[in-house]
């Protein structure tokens, strides 16, 4: 089992940028696809960005390309999300999550609130 605890986020100003981190838990983590996704309030749950385990592959969702980078440290255990050039519409709460054996993502962080001022 994996246990997810996202850092980083918080109240910027359009244009600010932020790192979102995501500190996992097990030895495993290595071999984990790791996803970052948002939920606005009123909205779907959102995903935003996805990294594979070896970190070789990243993907986007189309409103975020060109401006937020997924990594991962497997020796640390952590996975990140630098945002950048952020807009109002980014404002959401930011949750990672982990999957291994299937498509769904198994695990989830708590979040973390970003909120982005015009």
């Known amino acids: 089992q994996v246990q997810l605890v996202e850092s980083g986020g918080g109240l910027v100003q359009a244009g600010d940028s932020l790192r979102l981190s995501c500190a996992a838990s097990?030895?495993?983590?290595?071999?984990?696809?790791m996803g970052w996704f948002r939920q606005a309030p009123g909205k779907e749950r959102e995903r935003v960005a996805v990294?594979?385990?070896?970190?070789?592959?990243?993907s986007y969702t189309d409103s975020v390309k060109g401006r937020f980078t997924i990594s991962r440290d497997n020796a640390k255990n952590t996975v990140y999300l630098q945002m950048n050039s952020l807009k109002p519409e980014d404002t959401a709460v930011y949750y990672c999550?982990?999957?291994?054996?299937?498509?769904?993502?198994?695990?989830w962080g708590q979040g973390t609130q970003v909120t982005v001022s015009s």
């Open positions: 999550a982990a999957r291994r054996y299937t498509n769904d993502y198994e695990y």
């Open positions: 097990g030895r495993t983590f290595s071999m984990y696809a």
């Open positions: 990294i594979t385990w070896s970190g070789g592959s990243t």
